[in-house]
């Protein structure tokens, strides 16, 4: 079981269809907001190492700005090439504050 630590606060989220960059635990993290609920994966995509959060959001996929691969936020895997992925980090709201488990 992994440890629940503050990403960021919940007025500093991304509004619905948009996506950041944050971190926490010594983790580089992309937030993303589909519909109104957030989701975290790791922030560097296995290609090039492009940073997921300066992407943007396809349906509940991101995409990596630097070569357009794409992410499925629910489980990190790609669209293509099959078989990359990228961890996801479970994610809840306690008060005013994101929380993200890691470890």
Known sequence: MGQWVRLCGVAEAPKPGA?????AGG????LANVGGELSAVDNLCPHRQGPLGQGWLE???VVCPWHSWVFDLKTGE???PVHERVDVFPVRIEGD????EIG
Do not use: D, I, L, N
């Open 59 to 61: 349906g509940a996929a």
């Open 19 to 23: 996506v950041m960059e944050t971190g």
């Open 78 to 80: 790609s669209q293509y």
């Open 27 to 30: 983790r580089e993290m992309c």
């Open 97 to 100: 504050s994101v929380m993200v």
